[in-house]
């Protein structure tokens, strides 16, 4: 078994951490969700429980080549698994990314936003990173939302898949 250092890191309500084999069931909520799955499936369809395996696998993995990635975010008063967020920079991206996915029975409590502050205070005071984007889906207000929250605005728009998505974003200093 190859064992992956990655930091743990924590706010008042969250505990962003490695993923475990247990958040997969979690993980098979998030992707047959036919509301949460418009907006972060290529076809935006809900997926099954092999999609939601090799989504996770796939964030693990990232860690590995990169040295970093996202974490599963944890509500630290129930020690449920919520969902993922952070440093994101797949090989087809078109650029630097902090990027987000709550389970929707925890949407409106405000974990998004929260867990994204503190990844992108992570991307630029360890990683580095003097500009960060988020690639969201339209017609997702909720996450528009979020970036907004979190300092960026509209910078763009990238063609995945035939489709536009828009790209928000910030410059992190440096």
Wanted: aromatic residues 12%.
């Amino acid at each position: 078994m190859i064992t992956l250092r990655i930091p743990r890191i924590e706010t008042s309500r969250l505990r962003l951490r490695e993923f475990v084999e247990g958040d997969i069931e979690t993980m098979v909520k998030i992707a047959e969700d036919p509301e949460t799955s418009r907006f972060i499936t290529n076809d935006g369809l809900p997926k099954d429980r092999e999609h939601a395996w090799r989504t996770m696998t796939n964030l693990m993995g990232h860690w590995a080549l990169r040295g970093y990635g996202m974490w599963a975010v944890e509500e630290k008063a129930s020690n449920r698994f919520a969902g993922y967020v952070g440093p994101y920079f797949p090989e087809t991206w078109p650029d630097k990314e902090i990027g987000w996915t709550i389970a929707r029975e925890f949407w409106g409590r405000g974990f998004a936003t929260e867990a994204a502050r503190i990844a992108l205070e992570y991307a630029r005071d360890t990683l580095e990173w003097t500009k960060v984007i988020h690639v969201i889906h339209p017609d997702n207000w909720r996450s528009i939302a979020v970036a907004e929250r979190i300092g960026s605005k509209r910078v763009g728009q990238w063609m995945r898949g035939g489709k536009p998505l828009h790209l928000y974003g910030q410059d992190l200093g440096g």
